[in-house]
T-cell receptor, first 116, second 109 residues
Framework: DAGVTQSPTHLIKTRGQHVTLRCSPI?????VSWYQQVLGQGPQFIFQ???????GRGNFPDRFSARQFPNYSSELNVNALLLGDSALYLC???????????????FGEGSWLTVV | RKEVEQDPGPFNVPEGATVAFNCTYS??????FFWYRQDCRKEPKLLMS???SGNEDGRFTAQLNRASQYISLLIRDSKLSDSATYLC??????????FGKGTTLSVSS
């Protein structure tokens, strides 16, 4: 079975541009979360979606938005890119809402975004 | 105060050494605890969950002290392949994972 897949794997954008990152969860998983990992830091929570509804939002500006589709795939959108948005963007998939015993969370390989 | 704080790294140890990582968390409502491993430029991968009674998986032992809000990871007989960043992670049921900054381990021959 395929794991969590993300696209694109690497991309370079210019300040002020917009970016869309995509994620397909493991088959059967209904929860998708997005994390931002800046170099030298741990991943920071951006959004959580479960059953196509937003279930959580981290401390990120409104330039960041996301959605989950009927097939449970998800998109993360970032508008008006800043240099500080350069990071690894990780998508995580789980069967149900994250947390709790027995509910393992799996990460995709991430999308490396460089803003110049 | 950060929600999850870990020992500053890096830890540089020889093969065969025993190394311990510590982590503290600030939210007493946290319910689930994990150690993740992250290799350079790769995604985090679950190393082990941490249970109140403590748990062991081969050379790895995890401990949780809820009263002190403290989590630890012990690696015995270190291997070169253990070189990675180890992330302490806490979670309240149904919410996001909260990651520590990570501690880098370098095992040398």
């Amino acid at each position: 079975d395929a794991g969590v897949t993300q696209s694109p794997t690497h991309l370079i954008k210019t300040r002020g541009q917009h970016v869309t990152l995509r994620c397909s969860p493991i088959s059967g998983h209904k929860s998708v979360s997005w994390y931002q990992q800046v170099l030298g830091q741990g991943p920071q929570f951006i959004f959580q979606y479960y059953e196509k509804e937003e279930r959580g939002r981290g401390n990120f500006p409104d330039r960041f938005s996301a959605r989950q589709f009927p097939n449970y795939s998800s998109e993360l959108n970032v508008n008006a890119l800043l240099l500080g948005d350069s990071a690894l963007y990780l998508c995580a998939s789980s069967l149900i809402s994250p947390g709790g015993s027995g509910n393992t969370i799996y990460f995709g390989e991430g999308s490396w975004l460089t803003v110049v | 105060r950060k929600e999850v704080e870990q020992d500053p790294g890096p830890f540089n140890v020889p093969e065969g050494a025993t190394v311990a990582f510590n982590c503290t968390y600030s939210n007493s409502a946290s319910q689930s605890f994990f150690w993740y491993r992250q290799d350079c430029r790769k995604e985090p991968k679950l190393l082990m969950s941490v249970y109140s009674s403590g748990n062991e998986d081969g050379r790895f032992t995890a401990q949780l002290n809820r009263a002190s809000q403290y989590i630890s990871l012990l690696i015995r007989d270190s291997k070169l392949s253990d070189s990675a960043t180890y992330l302490c992670v806490v979670n309240q049921a149904g919410t996001a994972l909260i990651f520590g900054k990570g501690t880098t381990l370098s095992v040398s021959s």
